[in-house]
């Protein structure tokens, strides 16, 4: 697609020349998924079977010194990959500057999902992610998650409120507790599809984030609890731990959610959300239209600036996947009822609850946090 010429101005351009541009881009687009699928676990044969083979190994309680990184892509290739998924970007910065009318701009816009889905399916082939395989609910946790979050709308009002008490920059809140606590991590601050995320390298927040105290501690409760914890915790368990037992997401996601709960923080607001994604998923993946899942929703709660944000991260994400926060959470607070002894486990890194059962039947004891990792860092509520 070339760029616009200067006597065009603001004009668009003509519809054909769009088209042709669009269908180019599309084209590399195209070649870059079939390199790259040849590598993530959706689209090679044996890849995900493998995959679970190594899962169920676990669960088995065969030895831990099974490789996990099934599938990795070789130096070389993953070389290739990162070269044409930076040239294809630069394609797309190009693009994103032309004057182009909306049909084209959406057109671009879906194009560009494409490649940072696969991008972060790469991310995650590339670190040997294995949690990011999807994971599995039984039909009971289905029907217990669609049970309580009826009941969520059916009895707490959604309507959305400022919060309470002062506006805080998140940033400033997680680097002070951050640095308290001496975790060895920085705090990044940048452009996020999400408010907040963490990895074992570092915590970001996006960018000017401002959120009254009670929403923010929520936050970093989730984020530093239920996430990076874990994963500064599971450097001293070993592979299994780091890289996650395939379908951990689950846990991973739900044990964030119960650091919320544990420090007080679980508001009537947060549920309703985690109950509105649930349902919006839920319909979404039966192939309902997002138009009349949210007039449904909006029509028993009257609240629609929730109702669209749930609606629109079940259409951004795959559908199925933006459930596991409600599934996952009530998966673990099932858990912690039984006094599940796999539940520590949840702490140190990302298991399944079956692979960590299986840890403890095989004799895995887990290691003692050394240091400050000992301690919670979510705020305690009296």
């Known amino acids: 697609m070339s760029s616009p010429s200067g006597d065009r101005g ?14 180019a881009l599309e084209g590399r687009l195209l070649a870059f998924e079939q390199q790259a699928g040849r590598w993530l676990h959706r ?3 044996g890849f995900r079977e493998r995959v679970w083979s190594l899962s169920r190994s676990l669960e088995l309680g065969l030895p831990l010194s099974l490789s996990p990184l099934f599938g990795v892509p070789p130096p ?7 070269a044409s998924e930076a040239a294809l970007r630069v394609l ?3 693009a994103s500057e032309l004057p ?17 889905e696969f991008a972060d399916e790469l991310r995650d082939l590339e670190g040997g992610r294995l949690h990011s395989v999807p994971f599995s609910v039984t039909a009971q946790e289905e029907e217990a998650a669609r049970a309580f979050a009826e009941q969520v709308l059916a009895l707490e009002s959604c309507r959305t409120r400022e919060g309470s008490g002062p506006v805080l920059l998140v940033v400033s809140e997680a680097l002070r507790m951050v640095r308290e606590r001496g975790l060895p991590v920085p705090v990044l601050e940048g452009e996020l599809g999400a408010r907040a ?3 074992e390298e570092a915590l970001y927040v996006a960018r000017g984030l401002r959120l ?11 984020e530093i609890e239920g996430h990076l914890l874990p994963r500064l915790r599971a450097r001293s368990f070993g592979p299994p731990a780091r890289v996650g037992t395939a379908g951990s997401e689950l846990e991973e996601e739900g044990y964030a959610v119960h650091c919320e709960d544990r420090a007080g923080l679980l508001s009537a607001e ?8 649930y349902l919006a998923s839920l319909h979404l993946g039966a192939g309902a239209e997002p138009r009349e899942v949210a007039q449904e929703l909006y029509r028993r709660t009257s609240a629609p600036r929730p109702v669209a944000d749930a609606v629109l991260r079940s259409l951004r994400s795959k559908r199925p996947r933006e459930g596991r926060y409600l599934l996952g959470y009530l998966r673990v607070q099932a858990a912690e009822r039984s006094g599940a002894r796999a539940l520590s486990f949840l702490s140190h890194g990302r298991f399944t609850l079956r692979a960590a059962e299986a840890l403890l039947a095989a004799g895995e004891a887990l290691p003692e946090p050394e240091g400050l990792l000992r301690k919670s860092v979510a705020p305690q509520r009296a």
């Open 197 to 199: 995320a963490a990895s």
């Open 212 to 222: 009254p105290r009670d929403e923010c501690e929520r936050l970093l409760a989730h």
């Open 43 to 45: 689209t090679p044969p």
């Open 100 to 116: 182009l009318m909306p049909l084209a701009a959406v057109r671009l816009g879906l194009l560009l999902e494409r490649l940072e």
């Open 76 to 82: 070389e290739e993953l070389a290739r990959l990162r």
């Open 10 to 23: 603001g004009e668009s351009l003509p519809p054909e020349e769009v088209d042709r541009g669009l269908r």
């Open 92 to 94: 797309f910065a190009r």
């Open 270 to 277: 947060r549920r309703h959300e985690l109950s509105l994604r």
